[in-house]
């Protein structure tokens, strides 16, 4: 076998199973070590995955790894949609208080459907806090929505508003339900992001709530990204749309989340 075809065979391995050892590709291909690592070396220098100890992992397995909101808002359509399917049913149409938003596009996809919301009782009116830019465009033109802004800097990667004002303004709040999205979800790190303004955020976010629900799709689960904001006892609710593995699924079990799926 040529080099550049067992190249291009360690590359679908990574992309298949996220990582690969060194000794196990070794024993597929019936070469050396010393060969593998040549190969793993080419294949990072093509941007192909990126080394770590041992053997190599791909790219988005990466813990800095974060695709813009515009990228994400065209991938996992159906199952972001079933989430907030079921995230909206847990706002009732009467009046209920009040609801946060973070920023992300999951919960983009409930700030679509509360757009049209209607009350039961006219006159009665539901208040929405977000930190999420393109989510206030959404529901400004619902007047039957109370809507506020938190304030702070845009990250332009995620159309989030961050900062230490964002936090302490958080701090001043207690929201009913907070709708959170989350990078990564795991049974031994618990929730997290890759960024550590937009985790300070977050964090404030799960503080400041009576109850937080997480809207994440099952490419989230056993995942783990740089930064925690959350274990998993600070959550009530994850809604996602296929069952967690065993270690997650006890996991959550053992911190008493209520697991919804989609």
Do not use: Y
Not at 31 to 52: C, W
Not at 66 to 71: N, Q, T
Not at 151 to 168: C, D, F, H
């Amino acid at each position: 076998m040529f080099a550049e075809e067992r190249q291009l065979l360690i590359a679908a391995l990574v992309v298949t199973q996220g990582r690969v050892t060194v000794a196990d590709l070794a024993t597929r291909f019936a070469v050396t070590a010393e060969t593998v690592r040549r190969d793993l070396d080419t294949l990072e220098a093509a941007r192909q995955l990126r080394r770590v100890h041992g053997g190599a992992v791909a790219i988005d397995r990466l813990s800095l790894s974060e695709p813009s909101l515009d990228e994400r808002q065209t991938q996992r359509l159906d199952e972001k949609s079933r989430i907030a399917d079921a995230a909206m049913r847990m706002i009732p149409s009467s009046r209920t208080g009040s609801i946060l938003l973070d920023a992300g596009s999951t919960t983009e996809r409930l700030a679509d459907r509360l757009a049209g919301w209607i009350p039961t009782v006219t006159g009665d009116q539901l208040l929405v806090i977000t930190n999420a830019v393109p989510i206030a465009g959404m529901l400004s033109r619902n007047e039957t929505i109370q809507l506020h802004i938190l304030g702070g800097r845009v990250r332009g990667l995620t159309s989030a508003i961050v900062g230490a004002g964002t936090v302490a303004q958080l701090g001043a709040l207690r929201p009913d339900i907070a709708f959170i999205g989350a990078n990564g979800i795991s049974a031994a790190f618990g929730l997290s992001t890759p960024d550590s303004v937009e985790a300070a955020v977050k964090s404030a976010i799960v503080t400041s709530a009576r109850r937080v629900v997480v809207l994440a799709d099952a490419s989230k689960l056993d995942q783990e990204t740089l930064v925690c904001f959350a274990t998993l006892s600070a959550i009530d609710t994850l809604i996602t749309d296929a069952a967690p593995s065993a270690d997650l699924a006890a996991a959550l079990a053992a911190a008493e989340v209520d697991v919804v799926i989609a």
